[in-house]
Structure formats: C-alpha cells, structure tokens
C-alpha cells in the first residue's frame, strides 16, 4: 500500500516541474534529489522538463 505524501502544493500557473518538486520536498522536509529518488523520479529528466 502506498502511503500519501503529509504535505503538497498546489500547482501554480505556469510553474516548471522542477520547482513544484523542489517546493513539494521543502514542504516535506527533505532535499529535492533525494525526494526524486525516493519518489522513483529521474532528477536530471525533471531538472531538464523532460517527460
């Protein structure tokens, strides 16, 4: 089972993947690297938009 993440922004307009992830870490305490890699996450393909 999959526990939800405690705490999460909302999406802003216009607002890049890189910095809803970065402020989604924030919010949860952790740095963004690490939160990608425990979110299963490429860091670099968020860093550069990618899919």
Do not use: Y
């Not at 705490?7 to 307009?13: E, G, I, K, N, S």
């Not at 740095?31 to 899919?51: E, H, Q, R, W, Y």
């Amino acid at each position: 089972m999959t526990t939800p993440i405690p705490l999460a922004p909302d999406l802003q307009d216009r607002e890049t993947a890189f910095s809803f992830v970065s402020r989604l870490a924030a919010m949860n305490g952790v740095d963004t690297a690490g939160f990608c890699t425990d979110m299963g996450l490429s860091f670099s393909k968020v860093i550069d938009g990618k899919p």
